[in-house]
Structures are given as C-alpha cells and as structure tokens.
C-alpha cells in the first residue's frame, strides 16, 4: 500500500485536467502564433483556458500571463517591480524572513546589486504581523511580497490586511500564492494584490505551467526575450495543453472547493489529534489559519530524514519540508524563522493532503509514526540525554 501525504510538493493529475489536455497533445497540437487554422485551434483554447483562470481569480484574461511555474512568476514578478523602482530611486523591497527559497534568493541577488532588503519576523505562530510592514515601508520601497499561505506549516497570512496598507502607502504588493490557490478563496480584488503567482500542480494540474496575475496598470519586463508571446512579455511557444490542463484543474479545485476542504480538514484534523500526545511532539503554527490540508510537527531527539526513510519504507510518502530544499542538510529555515530550536527543526515531519487521502490512511499514517518515533529514539543518545535532563 502506498500513501501519498506530499501534495504541497506536488499533486496527482486529475482525470479532469488529463482529458483536457489529450485533444491539444493528439489533434489540435497547432502552434497558437500560427495563422492557418490549426494554429488558431490551438489559440482558441489558450484563450479560453485564460478566461477560465480569470474568472477563477476574479481577474481581467489580459491580467494573466502564463509561466512555466511558480518560481518563474514570483522571479518575473520581483524583479519588474525591482526595475521599475530602480527608475524611480526607490531600492527597497519587503518580504518575510520564511517565504520560499524562489523570493529569498531572487532577493539575495537583488541585495548583491544595492537593493536593500528588509525581512520581517513571523513569530511563533508563523504569522506576519501587518504592522510589521506598515512600519517597515519608506519613501524609498518599491515592492513588498508576503506569501499567501507557507509551504511548509500551511499558515495562511493577512493577506487583505497587507494589501491595503500597501494600497495605502502606493507600493505594489506580491503574493507568492502557489499554496493557496485552488485550496483556499482567492481573489485577487479582494485581496488588494498587484502581482499573485500560482503553479498547476499543486492543485491536480501539469507540472510546468504557472500564472503570474499582473494588476492591469501594473509594469512587467520579460525575463525570456525572444517572441512577442504573452503580450511580449514571456516568450516561448505557448505550453498549449499544460495551459488547458491548468485551466480544467483550477476551474475543478475552485467548484469543489467547500466540499473538498472538509473533507482534507477531516483527515489533517486526525492526524494531529493522533500524535499531539506523543510525548515532546510540537504541532508547529497557528492551526486556526492554516490550509485544511497541510500539517507540520517537531519530534526532540530523532532526526527527520531518518523518520521519512523510515515511514517511505512503511509506504507512507510524507517530507520534512519544502522540496526544493529536500537535498540540503540544514535545518528548516521557516521553523528557525518561527523560533523552533534548531535541535527540534532538525527532527521536522510535514505531511499534506488531497482530497484522494482517506481517514483510514491517517490513522495508519498515525500508528506508523508512534512505532517509528519509538524505534528512532530508542536508539539516539540525543533522547537518551533528553531523558537524563528530566530525570535529573
């Protein structure tokens, strides 16, 4: 038996998004530039797909560019607005001390060409806090970019909040919402955003393909040159069925999105009521708002590469944190931002749902981590020390 509990890595295809997709990959596989009519097929349905996706987001079809992803949005999205600032002696920018690794480095490579760059806290419960940006904005700040929602711990953050105080102060204000979108309500107007990145396959869409929502008004330089694809702003033959299959996804996850989160909070919910009483167990951020489908949690004394080993060997698929990171040694930087200890960061769990998981897979997911938790710290002298302290 296999478990999958890694959706916010990455989702199954849907049925829904697959058979959208095979007319464009079989029949209608024109090349949308194309003046004949099997081109223009093809452009027919990239066109409505964008429709889709602006109705989706209550956005306008020409807010909507396409992308070959998250990383690629939320990188078009930070350094237009970076360049623009530029021109206006405004070198300032504002972002969360745990955002994806897709901004921070993005601003890294900004602070090395004299941008300066301020980092918020998000304390314990893993929430920005607006007054933290209405007091960080200067005279000289070109952009703010808060999450929606953290890949790792599934916190949802004020995002309408900050919105308008960046409304208020006239700075433009991106959102990273590759884990929220089809998982939560978004809409764009209503959240006061500029710029909002989103990614199909977190939501049962194609790997490859992404949106950046641009605010109409709103400058955007091209980060690929080449062809005057997207409103010369991203060149590249369009990515035909990956844009419909994004499309078909994100329409489904929005029409089912009630039903399906009380169904993913109902398995979450049963997994955290499962180990919250596993002794020196941390269930990390505020759970009040948080995404129904994800759970992080802290175990002292074992480390978390050796629990998902573990658990991957018991058919559980399950991270201890972003996947773009799952190659590093170093401890979860969104934990460290939140205040874990580094010793507790290091014994990280992260488990994310759909809609396909079950209750019945919680519960084994449930019985799997106590016997593993057990066995792990039956041999780490960390614990062994942990227990010497208690007793001491």
Known sequence: MIIYADNAATTKLSDTALNSMLPLMREDYGNPSSLHH????????????????????????????????????????????????????????????????????????LKKEGFDITLVDVYSDGVVHPEDIKNAIREDTCLVTIMTANNEVGTIQPIKEIGEICREKGVLFHTDAVQAVGHIPVDVKEMNVDMLSLSAHKFHGPKGIGVLYVRKGVILNSLINGGTQERGKRAGTEYTYGIVGLAAALKEAVDKLDENSKKISAVRDRIIDGVKNIERCHINGNLEHHLPGTVNMCFEGIEGESLILLLDQSGICASSGSACTSGSLDPSHVLLAMGVPIENAHGSLRLSFSEYNTVDEADFIVEKIIETVDYLRSISPVWEQIKKQENA
Do not use: W
């Open 38 to 109: 099997v081109g223009q097929c093809a452009k027919e349905y990239t066109e409505n797909a964008r429709m889709t996706i602006a109705e989706c987001l209550n956005a306008l079809p020409n807010e909507i560019y396409f992308t070959s992803g998250g990383s690629e949005a939320d990188n078009q999205a930070i350094l237009s607005a970076a360049k623009n600032g530029e021109r206006k002696g405004k070198k300032h920018i504002i972002s969360s001390k745990f955002e994806h690794h897709a901004v921070l480095h993005t601003l890294d490579k």
